[in-house]
């Protein structure tokens, strides 16, 4: 019977032994959405992925560090997704997930801070 994970970790565990390019890919396209969420609450239309970078970059809450460490998991996941199979190692595919869930946390509190939400009272 197959296990069910009960936390991140147990579920990145699973995925990452069984398929460790869908965790990349899952995680990758988890973090092109929150990119893409932040680019619509400061005010960006559909675009070029650079155009988010650079809003991104600009952005006084997220700036240069988390910007190229965007940049760095996009590359990865383009790779995997793109490029001719090599495989990639599990505790890679892990740590790739680990780096973008907390990105994607931390832009959704970004974004939070945009559009005026008061988690201590949940109201804008």
């Known amino acids: 019977m197959h296990k069910l994970s009960t ?6 565990g699973i995925l990452a032994s069984e398929s460790p390019c869908a965790l990349v890919l899952e995680w990758g396209r988890r973090l092109e959405i ?7 609450v400061v005010g ?3 675009g070029p992925w ?6 991104l970059l600009n952005d006084r809450l997220v700036g240069g560090e988390i910007s ?11 790779k995997v997704a793109h490029e001719p199979p090599n495989g990639i190692a599990s505790h890679d595919a892990m740590e790739f997930a680990r ?18 939400v008061n988690h201590a009272y949940g109201v804008r």
């Open 34 to 40: 929150s990119v893409k969420s932040f680019g619509r």
């Open 50 to 55: 650079g155009k988010y970078m650079k809003a």
């Open 44 to 46: 960006l239309s559909e």
């Open 68 to 78: 190229s460490e965007i940049t760095r998991l996009r590359n990865m996941r383009n």
């Open 7 to 12: 936390t991140f970790e147990e579920h990145i």
């Open 99 to 116: 780096k973008a869930e907390k990105i994607v946390w931390f832009l959704a509190k970004v974004q939070d801070v945009r559009e005026g």
